[in-house]
């Protein structure tokens, strides 16, 4: 059975650190690039990081670049995200996307999620 789960979230102060894990199992995932996707209420998914299989790339959407940083431990199976100066308009649920392009066809495994909370 596929799994991914997040852990790491809560409630933190503006400016504030927080880091989030995505423990996978089930699948290869060393052979999956390994997305953080956040929601926040009212809003649709927005994209946060990719890091691809052996840790080396990573990208950031724009707002996350300098505060944020995308890693992986292909051993221990888990993807983390490491926030810090934490905003309000980063309060969101916070999602692990485990994606595989092959060929024509798509693998796609989501988590359930983490919440997390900014404000004073």
């Known amino acids: 059975e596929v799994q991914l789960v997040e852990s790491g979230g809560g409630m933190v102060q503006p400016g504030g650190s927080l880091r989030l894990s995505c423990a996978a199992s089930g699948f290869t995932f060393s052979s999956y690039d390994m997305d953080w996707v956040h929601q926040a209420p009212g809003k649709g998914p927005e994209w946060v990081a990719r890091i691809a299989t052996t840790g080396h790339v990573t990208n950031y959407a724009d707002f996350a670049k300098g505060r944020f940083t995308i890693s992986r431990d292909n051993a221990k199976k888990t993807v983390y995200l490491q926030m810090n100066s934490l905003k309000p308009e980063d309060a969101a649920v916070y999602y692990c996307?485990?994606?595989?392009?092959?060929?024509?066809?798509?693998?796609?495994?989501w988590g359930q999620g983490t919440q997390v909370t900014v404000s004073s």
């Open positions: 996307n485990a994606v595989l392009e092959a060929g024509w066809t798509t693998y796609d495994y």
